[in-house]
């Protein structure tokens, strides 16, 4: 809780510190830089961290095996990124190419901490995560004193030298701490991606429906309203952020050791506490003083109870899809993903006048539809035994 939490307060800060001192705007251009990042990322990832740290578990993926995953991964990453950007962009070569190697070093990184997850301590994995988001804190500081406003590659430089960082020290971690099997029977690369697919494609879908809103909020709203929404949802994630930090370990204590109705049961309880925890916050946050620095980002006081519930249904979803992902079943949390997108989809086309108000209010009946389907899900599977 106190490594990872400090690489959680750490984004949280830059975050904020970028909307105190630039504005709401350059704060929304900071946040859809990173959604389009970390969409094109997990569109390249295949979902191999959860598949290594599965086969790692029985002990059926070698390091070299690991290593030729990640070179793969990380030239595929680079080609896709690039031609991507280019395409967004123009004739932009020089962002193209620090947008790719930014999004191929993030995808390194991804997967050699999958390896650390399941072969070295929760000291070393901690650090690891934490280490992203205490550097990109470290450049935010260095660089905002300096600037009035954010050019998009100023952004992706501070993710790529984030990024190879982090990848540089969790190399280290893995070559120096990291004991894989010498022996035994192998996993095929063709199991590993068959695995990874349904991670990959709930990663890709979340990843669509967050980078698509926030590109669908510009386009309509305006920059200033990405900002406002993308403050929202840092708050939501600071909120979560003991369950942010739990959900790997929780993974890895899970695997192969939980039941359908663990896991509904467990999904249910997170929910109605979150519930109680968030009413309460809410309901403090009526007598404190109204900060004067904070001015900018004074309409979020109308918006706090539809974050608050959005908060709510984003645990019950995370868990119901680590505990999925455990028992091998990460259908779960594709079909719940799926459901969001297509829910946000429908609303989309059903809304003539966008309003913020409304804006919110969809991505809030996304995250429900996707609770609801992931309960459904759960609930069916009790019942079907044979599709276990």
Same mark, same amino acid.
């Given at each position: 809780m106190l490594i990872q939490g400090v690489g959680a307060l750490a984004m949280l800060a830059a975050t904020l510190m970028i909307g105190l001192s630039l504005g709401p705007a350059q704060q929304g251009k900071f946040s859809l830089v990173r959604a389009e990042l970390q969409f094109i990322g997990a569109l390249c990832l295949f979902g191999l961290p959860q598949a290594i740290f599965y086969f790692s578990e029985s002990n059926r993926l070698e390091r070299k095996k690991v290593y030729l995953l990640v070179g793969g991964v990380a030239i595929i990453t680079l080609i896709v990124a690039f031609f991507y950007s280019l395409l967004t962009y123009g004739e932009e070569i020089s962002y193209a190419m620090i947008f790719a190697l930014a999004v191929s070093i993030s995808n390194i990184y991804g997967v050699?901490?999958?390896?650390?997850? %399941?072969?070295?301590?929760? #000291?070393?994995?901690?650090?690891?995560s934490a280490?992203?988001?205490i550097i990109v804190l470290f450049f935010i500081i260095t660089i905002i004193p300096y600037i009035n406003e954010f050019q998009d590659w100023q952004i992706a430089f501070i993710f790529l030298s984030s990024a190879a960082i982090s990848a540089v020290f969790t190399f280290i971690v893995v070559n120096r701490r990291v004991n894989f099997p010498v022996f035994g029977m192998s996993v095929e690369v063709n199991e590993i991606v068959k695995y990874g697919a349904g991670a990959w494609l709930t990663a890709v $879908?979340? @990843?669509?429906?967050?980078?698509?809103?926030?590109?669908?909020?510009?386009?309509?709203?305006?920059?200033?309203? !990405?900002?406002?929404?993308? /403050? @929202?949802?840092?708050?939501?994630?600071f909120i979560l952020t003991p369950l942010n930090l739990g959900?790997?370990?929780? =993974?890895? #204590?899970?695997?192969?050791?939980?039941?359908?109705?663990?896991?509904l049961k467990s999904t249910?309880?997170?929910?109605?506490? !979150?519930?109680?925890?968030?009413?309460?916050? &809410?309901? $403090?946050?009526? =007598?404190?003083?109204? *900060?004067?620095?904070?001015?900018?980002?004074?309409?979020?006081?109308? =918006?706090?109870?539809?974050? @608050?519930?959005?908060?709510?249904?984003? !645990?019950?979803? +995370?868990?119901?899809?680590? %505990?999925?992902?455990? /028992?091998g079943l990460p259908v779960i949390h594709t079909l719940a993903e799926a459901t +969001?997108?297509?829910? *946000?989809?429908?609303?989309? *086309?059903?809304?003539?006048?966008?309003?913020?108000?409304?804006?919110?209010?969809?991505?809030? =009946?996304?995250?429900? /539809?996707?609770?609801?389907?992931?309960?459904?899900? /759960? &609930?069916?599977?009790?019942?079907?035994?044979?599709?276990?």
């Open positions: 050699l901490r999958g390896a650390v997850l %399941a072969h070295s301590s929760t #000291r070393y994995f901690n650090l690891v280490a992203p988001q $879908l979340l @990843g669509t429906s967050s980078f698509f809103w926030l590109k669908y909020i510009e386009n309509s709203l305006g920059i200033t309203a !990405v900002g406002i929404f993308t /403050m @929202g949802l840092i708050a939501i994630n959900l790997p370990l929780l =993974f890895k #204590r899970w695997t192969n050791n939980i039941s359908n109705k663990d896991s249910l309880i997170s929910g109605v506490a !979150v519930f109680i925890a968030v009413a309460t916050i &809410l309901l $403090l946050t009526n =007598f404190m003083p109204k *900060l004067p620095f904070l001015v900018a980002y004074s309409s979020l006081e109308q =918006f706090k109870w539809i974050f @608050g519930m959005t908060a709510v249904a984003e !645990v019950m979803l +995370r868990l119901s899809g680590v %505990a999925g992902n455990a /028992m +969001r997108a297509l829910s *946000l989809a429908v609303f989309f *086309l059903w809304v003539d006048q966008i309003t913020l108000l409304l804006i919110i209010k969809g991505w809030m =009946f996304g995250a429900i /539809m996707a609770v609801a389907a992931s309960i459904f899900c /759960m &609930l069916f599977i009790r019942s079907k035994k044979s599709l276990i």
